[in-house]
């Protein structure tokens, strides 16, 4: 008899592990969506985004980009005031996305006699103070009030501020995050692309306050630290050089002696002007021999007895001549445009 209990709830407890799975998955692949009738993309590129909008939720099936264009395509209205998290400009990145929508409401803030009204998305006192213009300086409290006089200000949440003689002042302050630009010489030319978002840092800067007749008159800075460091984002620019098919042997010849990447359009266009990259090009008037137009052409035997007919050898010398005349072949292209020689 026990046995037989025994099975009779091992069989129950996995029934109802069945069970809850099985409302699991349904919950997932059977939950309410719209899909969006100006979406014709493939199932690859539509995400599920989940829009939590104070207290009600819509899940829309879109190809949409931004949480905007969500927002737009759902008719969703929001205020500017209100709060959106992530930001309207922020990328749908993954198949299942969250948009949070807090709804501004209005509260009135009291400091002394002077009585300010805000709409605010936020619950933190000081923020709100400070979204009605005030200064919250180091002691002071802020208490937060049910409003007796529903005449005056109707149902809207008080925060009255408690000046404690305060004389400094802490500010956090935001540290834009820097941009890194990465150049892939397989990508073509202009396409970016976004390797990491950047995130900007945080500072907080103490200020020292000074007063005259209960007015502050000027700040000076006695500290700062930075609490959270910035992260940059970081761009691949491609660079992918697209020249015509008489130009490719040059091009690879180029890459052969090592002239670096980001130096190859530069080159070209001198090499092209002097000589199109003719290893036996002369100049008859002056005698300037060879790709580079070396004068005198014997001045490549540095590079290699065989400076008359092999390009490869014309070429190590003049990328050594460049860089040692002007530097790099940014600097050569430069002053070939502005003399009309190198």
């Known amino acids: 008899m026990i046995k037989l209990q025994s099975k009779i709830r091992d069989f129950c ?14 919950s997932y692949f059977l939950r309410p969506s719209v899909v969006f009738a100006d979406d014709e993309a493939s199932d690859d590129t539509m995400h599920f ?3 939590y909008d ?3 939720y819509l899940t829309v099936k879109t190809a949409a980009n931004t949480v905007r264009e969500v927002l737009e395509r759902a008719e969703i209205a929001v205020n500017d005031s209100d709060l959106v998290e992530p930001a309207l400009d922020s990328e749908i990145n993954s198949d299942d996305y969250n948009v949070n929508i807090y709804r501004a409401r209005p509260a009135l803030v009291i400091d002394g006699m002077n009585r300010r009204y805000v709409m605010t998305a936020s619950y933190d006192p000081k923020t709100i103070v400070r979204e009605a213009g005030l200064t919250v300086y180091d002691g002071d409290q802020i208490t937060t009030e049910v409003n007796q006089n529903f005449l005056e200000a109707g149902a809207v949440s008080t925060y009255r501020v408690e000046r404690n003689g305060g004389r400094t002042l802490t500010i956090e302050e935001s540290l ?5 630009t990465h150049y892939d010489y397989n990508l ?10 950047g995130e900007d840092g945080r500072r ?9 007749d209960n007015i502050e008159v000027s700040r000076e800075l006695i500290s700062e630290e930075v609490v959270v460091e910035p992260v940059p984002e970081i761009v691949t620019v491609g660079a992918k050089i697209s020249v015509p098919p008489a130009q490719e042997t040059c091009l690879g010849w180029l890459r052969e002696v090592g002239v670096p990447e980001e130096d190859l359009e530069a080159a070209l266009y001198i090499i092209y002007h002097e000589s199109s990259c003719r290893v036996d090009a002369e100049n008859p008037s ?20 065989d400076w008359r007919t092999n390009p490869l050898t014309q070429l190590r010398w003049m990328d050594d001549y460049v860089r040692r005349r002007y530097g790099s072949w940014q600097g050569a292209l430069e002053f070939k445009k502005t003399k009309g020689w190198y």
């Open 13 to 26: 407890c996995l029934a109802l592990i069945l069970l809850i799975g099985v409302f699991l998955a349904a």
């Open 49 to 51: 985004v989940t829009i």
């Open 54 to 56: 104070d207290g009600d």
């Open 176 to 180: 834009p995050y820097p941009t890194e």
């Open 188 to 197: 073509a030319k202009g396409e970016r692309q976004l390797e990491q978002a």
């Open 204 to 212: 907080l800067s103490v200020y020292e306050v000074k007063f005259e």
């Open 286 to 305: 002056s005698g300037a021999y060879g790709i580079p137009q070396a004068l005198p052409g014997n001045k490549m035997a540095s590079a290699g007895d």
